[in-house]
């Protein structure tokens, strides 16, 4: 057993050069003479392979089981017409070719080329006119709703994997198995068209041979006329059945795979269980059948036999499905009782979801695509927008009803935490001043959730009287994806895990190894790689740019350990990124720090083992806010952008992250050369006047 095993595995090894050579013979037939008993062998591999062909197409549960069908039909049609044009040259040389033709044309049609012609052409008939036609037609009609059908595939692929029904892995297959559909359809559209050139072929060289064989026959064999037709007549019927048969297995195939439809059993199961599984329609069928039987002049037996037959089979399947549905109500009862006895499994509701988003039940509309809700759509794309912004992969975003939040309301969570809440009203919209107002307009008050503005919920007919005052109106959809945005945004950092980092850095690898390889894990862990990276998406520093980052921690980790001072490292060289994204109409405008508060800060600074820690005066750190505030407030500044030195950076940011959390801290490192710095205002020390 074994070494057949091996045998198998050896062969399977060079299935490739196999292939190549077969095609290789079948030009070669097409051009060298071959024996009579090579032909006979080829023939019959001809059959066999049709035969083949025809049992593996009733055996498949979906299509793409068979992918190779196409190129295989190809191949066959190719090996039929070398071994029509084998048998002619044998025909017309020697008068002969081989037993099969021979047995084909004596026993199968009696020796009588008349009726072996009227045989031939029938099979031709059928082959092209039934089976050919309507392949051809299913498979252009099916090529072309698969490939109408794709995006709206795509989008339920979307659309389950934002709700959480499947996980990325099952998502990249779906739409896998979708572009392989579409491929094959499209290619069977095709392949189709070689059936049909066959079966056109088959008349023609049949054609072709009864005539050369006449002229080869009296002209250089000196046959009688009547001799001549009896002889070749009667090779070239037997060889256009031995074509034609091969082909019709073929094409019968090929119509079976084209109309199979995914199902869990295979073409035989498929019929049986569903042509006999409905046991009404088998009873009034054998009633019908015993009616024609009892009339007068219609045969007795053939009909009465097969009432007999019908009412049987509906007997014995309703007996059978009794048995069946007693069958699995027991099962299903034993299963309920043996969940019963099991110790609760509790580990699945240990789980917590990276960022999860619940709505009240007046909110369902919204989400539901059955009823009109784009949600899904809108978080689909909200997610390629954060990748592209931040550079980073959102993790799905679970989406569940709660009937303890109020009908409108919904509540953002990320690792089951709520970060964020809100109410939405249905059927309104949302009216927000945005600056440019003229006329108010009546609506019931509210707070904008993402920005904390005030609002308007305003009905449908308010709309354009709104938007024509100057309002900006939005729908519930659209404060809903706004405000998930924001939060994402501001909690991209806490979003960003080991397994995330790791993902990123495998995209990477794909094509820049090197820079991944020298780094990880010789240099920095995956863990290290994640807290700089979090320090960067915690200040809104955009990840995305993660070849320039890597580069820049190879270049560094060796250097120090501290992840603080990485990040700082990391910011100088997104210098250029950094400007851009603050710069109004190419000028950066900033504030400054007064050089004693730059000192203080220095001075308290203290590097503990959990990060950089300062330490200052209580009185002094509150004058500190207070003068940032009242700078922020008075400079006409588009970005609360304070500019210092590198080495208080990042401890300013952490003295105010709490207290006045929208304050931006870059360094004189972070802001390139040919950029157009403009300084608005100076935070002063209590001292100055």
């Not at 068979?66 to 090996?79: E, N, Q």
């Not at 088959?202 to 080869?216: D, K």
């Not at 580990?347 to 695509?369: A, F, H, M, N, R």
Request: hydrophobic content about 50%; proline content about 4%.
């Amino acid at each position: 057993m074994a070494r057949t095993m091996d045998s198998v595995r050896r062969f399977s090894q060079y299935s490739d050069l196999y292939v190549v050579l077969g095609i290789v013979l079948i030009i070669v037939m097409m051009i060298l003479p071959l024996p009579p008993f090579m032909l006979d062998l080829l023939i019959a591999t001809n059959i066999s392979l049709a035969l083949l062909v025809l049992l593996l197409t009733m055996n498949v549960k979906h299509p793409l089981e068979l992918a190779v069908f196409p190129s295989l039909l190809l191949i066959t049609t190719l090996f039929r017409l070398a071994l029509n044009i084998s048998s002619t040259r044998l025909i017309l040389l020697r008068g002969m070719a081989g037993q099969i033709i021979l047995a084909f044309g004596n026993f199968v049609v009696g020796g009588n080329y008349v009726v072996g012609f009227v045989i031939f052409l029938i099979l031709v008939v059928i082959q092209f006119v039934v089976i050919v036609k309507g392949s051809e037609r299913v498979a252009e009609v099916a090529a072309r709703f698969t490939l109408d059908a794709m995006s709206g595939k795509q989008m339920s692929i979307d659309a389950d994997l934002n709700a959480g029904l499947i996980t990325e892995k099952e998502a990249r297959e779906r739409r896998s198995t979708i572009e392989r559909e579409a491929e094959f359809h499209g290619s069977m559209d095709g392949a189709s068209k070689f059936v049909k050139g066959d079966a056109i072929a088959g008349i023609i060289i049949t054609l072709i041979n009864i005539i050369g064989g006449l002229a080869v026959g009296m002209g250089q064999r000196g046959l009688a006329f009547d001799q001549a037709v009896q002889r070749y007549t009667l090779l070239t019927v037997g060889d256009g059945l031995v074509s034609q048969i091969p082909a019709l297995l073929i094409s019968t195939a090929t119509g079976i795979i084209i109309t199979r439809a995914a199902s869990e059993g295979n073409l035989g199961q498929d019929l049986i269980k569903q042509l006999l599984s409905n046991v009404k329609v088998l009873g009034i069928a054998a009633v019908i059948l015993f009616g024609f039987a009892m009339i007068p002049g219609l045969p007795l037996f053939p009909f009465f036999v097969l009432s007999v037959l019908a009412g049987s089979v509906a007997f014995f399947t309703h007996k059978m499905q009794q048995e069946i549905s007693v069958q699995e109500q027991d099962e299903h009862e034993n299963e309920a009782m043996e969940e019963s006895q099991k110790p609760e499994n509790i580990l699945s509701l240990l789980q917590v979801d990276q960022i999860e988003l619940e709505i009240g039940y007046s909110l369902i509309p919204l989400v539901d695509t059955d009823q009109g809700g784009d949600m899904l759509d809108r978080i689909t794309m909200l997610r390629r927008q954060c990748a592209l912004e931040l550079g980073m992969v959102v993790p799905v975003i679970r989406i569940r009803d709660n009937l303890q939040l109020e009908p409108g309301a919904y509540s953002i969570k990320i690792k089951g935490v709520e970060v964020a809440a809100g109410d939405l009203m249905a059927g309104h919209y949302l009216a927000m001043d945005s600056g440019g107002v003229t006329q108010k307009v009546h609506g019931i008050p509210t707070t904008e959730p993402a920005f904390g503005l005030d609002a308007l919920w305003i009905e449908d007919g308010e709309r354009e009287a709104a938007e024509n005052a100057g309002y900006t109106v939005v729908d519930p959809p659209s404060v809903l994806a706004t405000h998930l945005t924001e939060v994402i945004r501001g909690h991209a950092h806490e979003l960003l895990g080991r397994q995330e980092v790791q993902t990123l850095l495998d995209s990477l690898k794909e094509n820049y190894a090197a820079v991944v390889d020298e780094l990880i894990p010789n240099v920095m862990s995956v863990g290290e790689v994640q807290k700089v990276l979090q320090n960067l998406l915690r200040e809104g520093v955009p990840i995305r740019n993660l070849l320039t980052i890597l580069e820049t921690l190879a270049d560094t980790a060796p250097l120090t350990k501290d992840v603080d001072l990485l990040t700082e490292y990391v910011r100088e060289a997104l210098a250029r990124q950094i400007t851009k994204m603050f710069e109004e109409n190419g000028v950066l405008a900033v504030l400054t720090l007064a050089q004693q508060w730059e000192e203080t800060v220095a001075e308290g600074i203290e590097h503990t083992e959990r990060g950089i820690v300062v330490t200052l005066d209580p009185r002094l750190l509150q004058t500190l806010f207070q003068n940032l505030a009242e700078a922020l407030d008075g400079a006409p500044i588009p970005h609360p952008i304070v500019l210092v030195s590198p080495n208080i950076r990042m401890a300013l940011k952490r003295l105010t992250e709490r207290t006045i959390p929208r304050l931006i801290v870059l360094s004189y490192n972070e802001v390139v050369s040919d950029a157009q710095v403009q300084a608005v205002g100076t935070v002063k020390w209590p001292d100055a006047s």
